[in-house]
T-cell receptor, first 112, second 114 residues
């Protein structure tokens, strides 16, 4: 069962452009986390959102949690080549003991 | 910044052999997890662990798998009789609590079963 759908799967943009990655589900999550993963490494935490409607900013990255806590987005402003990577969303259901459900990821490539 | 460390980084084992993957979680964290990622697929939950007990496990975590916190710092995943399909990256994670606290991941152990 695909609990978390990420879109798009792949995104290629030029430096300076903006991009948005989406994470959608029919399930309600108690929290949702965004990670970035480089090849051969573990996921690195970017942000955790827990409140419906919450918006968090991390420099040029803006994360939003949907009002119903079923979806989230990651927006990158003025992308840089260093933003290239695999972005993963992962949600925790309220009745789980810490189990994170991961999306399949969005591969972002930023070209000079 | 504190981090989760995993050893070895790469383990090659013959099918049917036992392997133990080791993890040192962040020192003040009490909740521990194992995940795996088969090449080209999503990260999948295996098990969560708190207070020396398994809190939740997935269908993947069958009788050939076990976890242990043998001392105050290590957290291990044992696979008793490895199969070819156990080849994957295995990630350990830890958090300060189960709910609404972020999980921090190690860099993983690449397990290759021959």
């Amino acid at each position: 069962t695909q609990l978390l759908e990420q879109s798009p799967q792949f995104l290629s943009i030029q430096e300076g452009e903006n991009l948005t990655v989406y994470c959608n589900s029919s399930s309600v999550f108690s929290s949702l986390q965004w990670y970035r993963q480089e090849p051969g490494e573990g996921p690195v935490l970017l942000v955790t959102v827990v409140t419906g409607g919450e918006v968090k900013k991390l420099k040029r990255l803006t994360f939003q949690f949907g009002d119903a806590r079923k979806d989230s987005s990651l927006h990158i402003t003025a992308a840089q080549t260093g933003d290239t990577g695999l972005y993963l969303c992962a949600g925790a259901l309220s009745d789980s003991w810490g189990k994170l459900q991961f999306g399949a990821g969005t591969q972002v490539v930023v070209t000079p | 910044e504190p981090e989760v460390t995993q050893t070895p980084s790469h383990q090659v084992t013959q099918m049917g052999q036992e392997v133990i993957l080791r993890c040192v979680p962040i020192s003040n964290h009490l909740y521990f997890y194992w995940y795996r990622q088969i090449l080209g697929q999503k990260v999948e939950f295996l098990v969560s662990f708190y207070n020396n007990e398994i809190s939740e496990k997935s269908e993947i975590f069958d009788d050939q798998f076990s976890v242990e916190r043998p001392d105050g710092s290590n957290f291990t995943l044992k696979i008793r009789s490895t199969k070819l399909e156990d080849s994957a990256m295995y990630f350990c994670a830890s958090s300060a609590s189960f709910s609404n606290q972020p999980q921090h991941f190690g860099d993983g152990t690449r397990l290759s079963i021959l």
